[in-house]
């Protein structure tokens, strides 16, 4: 064999050579799992393709050729091999090249499938594999079960699951807020299940019961008093002033107290569900401030309410003058301070609501001042009795 023909015989080699190895890179990509996809990724292999391809070709010439044939072609099908194999990337290291690979990124030692993507994925990331997981769309960060949904479960029944209940202790039949607490509708820091005075106005202090607090502790709320300071032991009236050596107050209201001083002219309904108008109890305009007039009527409603033990609703209403939600706070102030001053007298306050209605349950028309004054009174709903 003569120069020429070796060369000749070497390139012929090292086309074959490559062409396996290229033909092993093209199986790879498309048959990934399948067993002569395996078999080209082995240099040892696509050695021994290129030994007998080029052998075989060097074999037509003499023995020498097909000799020199096999050793250039093992070594050259080794190195084509090698060369492309080392040519497919694979940064996630799923033995899956990036080209073909479908989840790149994939953590270490993850069992894959052909795509690359693992064989049971977590869609949505709750901890639960897809192939058990019957609530595959599950909030990003939610609490699941081991089927991959949110638990039912509600231990204090107040509609709000125990995964998503910040007070899994709520009362029974206690309105509750989306995450399980209870409603503070006038934002008093009180329940509605535990607040007595609903619809407290905003910044008044209010005690344990939702109910205007007593800053001084002379027995009358702040909603009532009018000598608000008073120094703790001191003697004082219904109005919160200090009771004088003459045994009159400040605020000490001039008009004689009690049932004969009312004259019978309010007398607290028998029947569960009736209400009446508190009849001479009024207040300073636009002021939750009630009258001294006012004071021996409710004293006598508290002698009333005490010995029937009725459980009652204070209502306060207002005209339609100006702003219904202005009305409808004043209204809620007034009702307080006629509760406020009954619980001074000795009613019991859990026997006791104030409701504040503003202008929204007149008695007549408001197009007319005598309408306007109807509308404007205090009405005392019995509840129930003991």
Request: charge should be negative; proline fraction near 5%.
């Amino acid at each position: 064999m003569n120069s020429f023909q070796r060369v000749a015989l070497l390139g012929v080699t090292a086309l074959l050579a490559t062409g396996c190895s290229h033909m092993g890179g093209s199986v790879r990509d498309t048959v990934a799992s399948s067993s002569l996809a395996e078999s080209f990724k082995d240099p040892k292999i696509c050695a021994a393709a290129g030994a007998l391809l080029a052998g075989g070709v060097g074999a037509v010439e003499n023995r020498e050729a097909a000799a020199i044939g096999a050793i250039a072609g093992g070594l050259l099908g080794w190195w084509a091999c090698r060369e492309q194999d080392s040519a497919a990337p694979d940064a996630d290291g799923d033995g899956i090249p990036d080209k073909v690979d479908a989840c790149p990124g994939t953590p270490g030692n993850t069992k894959v499938q052909d795509n690359g993507c693992p064989v049971d994925a977590d869609s949505d990331m709750d901890g639960v594999p897809d192939s058990v997981d019957k609530c595959s769309a599950t909030p990003k960060g939610a609490a699941v079960d081991a089927t991959g949904c949110e638990p039912t479960t509600d231990t204090d029944g107040d509609g709000v699951t125990d995964a998503k209940d910040m007070c899994p202790n709520t009362v029974a039949g206690a309105a509750v807020m989306s995450n399980g607490c209870e409603l503070d509708t006038d934002s008093d820091g009180v329940p509605d299940s535990r607040d007595r005075c609903a619809g407290t106005p905003a910044g008044v202090a209010v005690g344990p019961d939702g109910c205007a607090a007593d800053s001084d502790g002379d027995g009358v709320s702040d909603l009532l008093d009018r000598c608000s300071g008073t120094p703790a032991g001191v003697d004082v009236d219904s109005s919160g002033c200090e009771i004088s050596a003459t045994g009159t107050g400040s605020g000490r209201a001039t008009a004689a107290t009690g049932a004969g001083a009312a004259g019978g002219l309010n007398a607290v309904p028998a029947e569960s569900g009736k209400s009446i108008v508190l009849k001479g109890v009024t207040f300073q305009s636009g002021s939750a401030r009630i009258s001294r007039d006012s004071l021996p009527v409710l004293d006598d409603i508290a002698e009333q309410l005490k010995q029937s033990g009725a459980t009652v609703e204070v209502s306060g209403h207002t005209d339609s003058t100006g702003s219904a939600t202005v009305n409808r706070a004043l209204s809620q102030r007034r009702a307080e301070v006629v509760m406020t001053y009954l619980a001074s007298k000795g009613v019991a306050v859990e026997s006791m609501t104030a409701k504040g209605y503003g202008p929204d349950a007149p008695v007549a028309d408001n197009a007319s001042a005598s309408g306007r004054a109807k509308n404007r009174r205090v009405e005392l709903k019995v509840l129930g009795r003991d």
